[in-house]
C-alpha cells in the first residue's frame, strides 16, 4: 500500500514492522455487491495501530481495540460501512516520503485490492461514500491534504469529515474554516437553487457533514475560534436560508456541530468514549 512507515525501525516500543501495512474492519457477511461506505482514520503522534511490546504498560495490546474502540462503535452504528486504519509514522506521517502526497483515493484503491488477494472479497468493490476522520496528529496529515489546490488526494466522494482534538494550531485551524466554509458556501448555492422545499430536503439529506470534539485545554482556542466562524457563517446567511427556524437553516447548522464533552474527556480517549458513534449518527 502506499502508507509507509519511515520510522519503523526506529520505534522499540512496537512490535513488527509498520512498512506499508493497514487494518481494514470488515462487518461479518459483509455484501461487496454495490459501492461501499468508507470510513479512513488517521492516528496522532503514537505507534498507531501496531502491537504494543512489552515494554509499553499494555503489551500485546493494539490502540484501534484498547483505546479506540473504532470496531464496537461502527457495529454500535449499525451501518454497512469498511473501516480502513492506515500505519503511520509515530509522527503521523502517512505518505511514502512526505505529509502532501499521501493519496487517500489510491489508499483506498489499494487496501480493497488487498482485501481481495486476502480473499475477503472475490471482487473488489466500488467506493461509495468516503468518511475522513482524525484524532489529534492525524488532523495534521488531513490539514495538508485539504490545503492542497483542488485537493486532489481527497477523494469526491467525501461526506464527512470528523475531527477529535485534531486542530493543533493556526495554520490548521485557517485551512479547516476554509475547507468548511467552502462546503457551507456550496450548500447555500445548492439550496437557494432548488426548485421547492422537496428538492432542499433531497439536497440536505445527503449533504457534508462535519463533527468536532475537544476538552483538552491546548485544544480549547482552535475549537472555540472554528466554533466562532461557523457560527457567524450562519449568521450571515441565516435570511438567505429562510430563517433560524426554517427547516433548511436547522437541518444544515445541526450537519456542523463541535462538541465540548461533560464531564471531561481525556486527549487519547477522545475517539473512543463513543464520540465516533456520535459522529456516525450524523451521517444521512
Do not use: C
Not at 482524525?134 to 475531527?163: C, D, K, N, Y
Not at 472555540?224 to 449568521?235: I, N, P, V
Request: no cysteine.
Amino acid at each position: 500500500m502506499t502508507t509507509l512507515n519511515r520510522n519503523a525501525s526506529l520505534v522499540p516500543e512496537a512490535e513488527g514492522s509498520a512498512a506499508q501495512r493497514a487494518i481494514a474492519y470488515v462487518p461479518a457477511a459483509f455484501d461487496a455487491s454495490s459501492a461501499v461506505e468508507i470510513l479512513v482514520h488517521l492516528h496522532g503522534h503514537n505507534i498507531g495501530q501496531r502491537q504494543r511490546s512489552a515494554k509499553t504498560s499494555a503489551p500485546g495490546t493494539v490502540r484501534d481495540v484498547l483505546l479506540d474502540k473504532i470496531a464496537s462503535q461502527v457495529v454500535a452504528s449499525g451501518r454497512r460501512m469498511i473501516v480502513l486504519l492506515p500505519q503511520g509514522t509515530p509522527s503521523s506521517g502517512f505518505g511514502p516520503t512526505s505529509f502532501s502526497d499521501f493519496d487517500i483515493g489510491k489508499f483506498i484503491d489499494e487496501a480493497l485490492a488487498a482485501l481481495v488477494t486476502a480473499g475477503v472479497f472475490s471482487a473488489k468493490p466500488g467506493v461509495g461514500p468516503v468518511v475522513l476522520s482524525g484524532h489529534s496528529g492525524g488532523g495534521g496529515a488531513l490539514s495538508v491534504l485539504l490545503s492542497q489546490q483542488g485537493t486532489p488526494r481527497i477523494p469526491a466522494t467525501t461526506e464527512a469529515e470528523f475531527l477529535y482534538e485534531a486542530i493543533n494550531g493556526t495554520n490548521e485551524l485557517a485551512t479547516q474554516t476554509a475547507f468548511l466554509t467552502g462546503k457551507l458556501n456550496a450548500a447555500l448555492a445548492a439550496i437557494k437553487a432548488a426548485a421547492d422545499d422537496a428538492a432542499k430536503s433531497a439536497y440536505l439529506a445527503t449533504s457534508f457533514r462535519f463533527a468536532g470534539f475537544y476538552d483538552s485545554e491546548y485544544y480549547v482556542p482552535f475549537y472555540t475560534q472554528l466554533k466562532h466562524a461557523l457560527d457567524a457563517w450562519f449568521a450571515q446567511h441565516a435570511a438567505a436560508l429562510g430563517g433560524t427556524k426554517s427547516a433548511a437553516y436547522t437541518t444544515l447548522r445541526a450537519q456542523y456541530a463541535i462538541f465540548n464533552p461533560s464531564p471531561p474527556v481525556a486527549h487519547d480517549e477522545q475517539v473512543g468514549h463513543d464520540h465516533l458513534l456520535t459522529s456516525l449518527r450524523m451521517l444521512p
